[in-house]
C-alpha cells in the first residue's frame, strides 16, 4: 500500500550512504505497526527499486545483533535454495543492501539506524480473499521454519526478550493496571476483567506446560498475514518482516497466523458482528503449513498448534490494551482510541475461537490426518 506523505528531506541523505543506484522516487509504505517504511523507485528499468526502514529501536534495543541476525537467516536460506537460479531466490528471500562502508545498516547523528532491502514485487494482504492464499501462506511459513531446522540456533539473538511469554506480559498487564497512569482503568473495566477471567487457565501456557517436550526452533514469531508477500497468482512469494526472528516454538507462529488469517474482518474491526471466523481459510492454512513443516514437526508440536491460536489471540489483548493504558507508546496508532479498538476486536476475535474449539480441534485432526503426514 503506497501512501501520499510529504517526504522529509533527510531521507535523500539517509540514502547516499547506501550503495543503490538511481533514485527517483521515495514515498512512505505498507501497514506495518512497527517501523517507518519507504519505498524507493529508481530511475533505471533495469535497476532494483528499494525498501529503506527505519527500524524501531525504542522496540529493539540492540539493532547490531538484530541485523546480524537478519543476514544469519537470510544467507541461510539462499544457500538451502541454492538450486533455484538467483533471479528467483532475490525474489524469494529478502536481500538487504550494504552500505558504503559494507555495513547492514546507518546509524545517523540523531541515533536512528536505517536499512535497506531489495524491493520485492509483490503483495501483501491484511484480510485474506481466498483458500489458495492461506493455503499458501501457510506454506509460505511452513517452509520457512523447515529451511531454519538446521541453522544452529545459538547463533541467534533474541532481539525482544520474553516476547511470547504470557506470564511476563500478564505481569507487566498487571502493574500498568495498578499505575493506571494515563487515568484509563475506569473505562476500559470490561475488558480488564475479559483478561482477569482467563488469566489462571492462560498463564504459563506453552511456555511452562511444555518446557521440556517442545523443541526451541529458530521461528518467525511474527506471522501475521501481511508479513508474507504473494505474487500476481497469489503463489507464495517472500517471507518478511524478520526482526523478530528468534527461538521459539511453532505454535507461536501457527497461533499468529491464524488470528489474522481466520478473521473475517480487520484486526482493529470496530463493528465487532464482522468479526467471525472463516473455517475454510483455517483448513486450507493447515493444509499448506503441514505439506512444508511436516518433515520437522514431532507429534508433541503438532499437537501443541492450537493452543498457540488462543494463546496468541489472547497475548494480543493483552499487549494491545496495556499499550492503551499505558499512553500508546508501543504500537503506531491512527486515532486515539486505536489501541483500545484493536483489543476489542481481538477480545471478539477470541470468544469466536472458544465458541468453535472443537470444531477447530476436529478440523486439525483430519486434515493432520488426511494427509497421514506425523513424523514420529
Ligand atoms: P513492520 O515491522 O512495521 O511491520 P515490515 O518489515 O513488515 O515492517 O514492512 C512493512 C510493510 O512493507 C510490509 O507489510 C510490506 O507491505 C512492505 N515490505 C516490507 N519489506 C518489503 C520488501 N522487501 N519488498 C516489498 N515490500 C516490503
Ligand atoms: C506488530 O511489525 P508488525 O506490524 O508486523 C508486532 C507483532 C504484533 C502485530 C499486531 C515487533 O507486527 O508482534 O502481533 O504488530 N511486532 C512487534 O498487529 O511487536
Ligand atoms: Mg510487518
Excluded at 538450486?83 to 536512528?112: H, R, W
Aim: aromatic share 10%; hydrophobic share 40%; proline share 3%.
Amino acid at each position: 500500500m503506497r501512501q501520499d506523505c510529504s517526504i522529509p528531506d533527510y531521507l535523500n541523505e539517509i540514502l547516499s550512504n547506501f550503495c543503490v543506484e538511481d533514485v527517483k522516487n521515495i514515498e512512505r509504505y505498507g501497514s506495518g505497526h512497527i517501523n517507518e517504511t519507504f519505498y524507493v523507485s529508481t530511475l533505471n528499468d533495469d535497476d532494483p527499486d528499494y525498501l529503506l526502514q527505519r527500524i524501531n529501536h525504542h522496540i529493539f534495543k540492540d539493532i547490531p545483533s538484530l541485523m546480524e541476525n537478519i543476514r544469519l537467516v537470510t544467507d541461510h536460506l539462499r544457500k538451502k535454495l541454492g538450486n533455484i537460479p538467483d533471479s528467483q531466490i532475490d525474489k524469494e528471500v529478502l536481500m538487504l543492501v550494504t552500505t558504503k562502508d559494507q555495513q547492514f545498516y546507518y546509524c545517523d547523528q540523531a541515533g536512528n539506524y536505517w536499512r535497506m532491502y531489495h524491493f520485492v514485487p509483490a503483495h501483501s494482504y491484511d484480510i485474506l480473499q481466498t483458500e489458495l492464499q492461506a493455503y499458501e501462506g501457510g506454506r509460505a511459513f511452513g517452509k520457512f521454519q523447515a529451511l531454519l531446522v538446521d541453522l544452529d540456533i545459538s547463533l541467534i539473538s533474541e532481539t525482544i526478550p520474553n516476547f511470547h511469554n504470557i506470564s511476563i506480559r500478564l505481569e507487566r498487564f498487571n502493574q500498568v493496571v495498578h499505575h493506571d497512569v494515563a487515568n484509563r482503568v475506569m473505562e476500559v473495566s470490561a475488558e480488564i476483567s475479559f483478561i482477569k477471567e482467563r488469566m489462571e487457565e492462560m498463564n504459563g501456557t506453552l511456555s511452562q506446560d511444555y518446557v521440556d517436550v517442545l523443541p526451541l526452533r529458530i521461528i518467525h514469531n511474527d506471522t501475521k498475514f501481511n508479513n508474507v508477500l504473494l505474487d500476481d497468482n497469489d503463489h507464495f512469494q517472500c517471507v518478511i518482516d524478520l526482526d523478530t526472528v528468534m527461538p521459539g516454538y511453532v505454535a507461536y507462529d501457527f497461533g499468529d497466523a491464524i488470528r489474522t488469517i481466520i478473521n473475517t474482518a480487520a484486526e482493529d474491526e470496530k463493528e465487532l458482528a464482522k468479526i467471525n471466523l472463516n473455517l475454510p481459510l483455517f483448513e486450507a492454512y493447515v493444509k499448506g503449513y503441514f505439506e512444508e513443516a511436516k518433515i520437522f514437526l514431532t507429534e508433541i508440536e503438532s499437537s501443541s498448534l492450537l493452543t498457540g491460536v488462543f494463546l496468541i489471540t489472547y497475548e494480543q489483548v493483552v499487549r494491545f490494551l496495556t499499550d492503551y493504558l499505558e499512553g500508546d507508546s508501543y504500537y503506531k496508532i491512527h486515532f486515539p482510541k486505536h489501541n483500545l479498538q484493536r483489543a476489542r476486536a481481538q477480545i471478539k476475535l477470541l470468544k469466536e475461537l472458544e465458541c468453535s474449539r472443537e470444531t477447530l480441534e476436529k478440523i486439525m485432526e483430519n486434515t493432520i490426518n488426511r494427509a497421514a503426514i506425523l513424523k514420529k
